[in-house]
């Protein structure tokens, strides 16, 4: 049985994401997909959804055998317990192949690193992007008055209440 492991943040599931995930599980028998916390998130801003709800959307997919909250300090320490055959890198994750497939061996995990395949929109206003789907929110609602924006940014009156989002 060959065992694929997916990763990434899955914040605002997305058409993007369906793609990948579907991509990945093609390359084996079973696909494992890791969720990142928040902690672990350092490329971009933080995520809107928590950690377990991103998790649990992600598990939904069907293409998806199971899906697991990464580890908070140390992102190798889940993949180390899958153990692997393949890790499936999104088509445009910051992630380099060689650097990761470096920290694999290293770590005594013998597993190949590959890359899925891009998905182009289907249609004129699909949007593939979590950081683009947040853009449109905050254009809409800003127009519409529903949300005050911030000199820095953040969103002032969006009525989110802070809490654990790892």
């Known amino acids: 049985m ?12 997305h058409p993007g994401h ?4 579907a991509d990945a599980a093609t390359y084996g028998d079973e696909l ?22 991103r998790r649990d959307m ?10 697991h909250l990464g580890h908070p300090e ?20 910051h992630h380099d192949e ?8 290293k770590r005594g995990i013998d597993c190949r690193v590959e890359r899925a395949t891009s998905r182009e929109p289907r249609y004129d206003d699909e949007v593939l992007s979590s950081g683009d789907i947040v853009d449109r929110i905050l254009r809409r ?8 924006v911030a000199d820095d940014g953040d969103v002032a009156d969006n009525g989110d209440v802070a809490g654990d989002r790892s």
């Open 18 to 21: 369906v793609h990948y995930l």
């Open 32 to 53: 494992h997909v890791i969720v990142a916390r928040q902690t672990n998130v350092t490329h971009k801003p933080n995520p809107i959804l928590c950690a377990r709800q």
């Open 74 to 93: 140390d992102v190798f320490v889940p993949i180390e317990r899958l153990d692997p055959d393949v890790i499936v890198l999104g088509f445009d994750q």
């Open 141 to 148: 609602r800003t127009a519409a008055g529903d949300v005050d």
């Open 58 to 67: 992600v598990d939904a997919l069907d293409s998806v055998d199971e899906a």
């Open 98 to 105: 060689a650097t990761i497939a470096d920290a694999l061996a």
């Open 2 to 13: 060959t065992r694929v492991v997916a990763q990434g943040t899955f914040d605002l599931l």
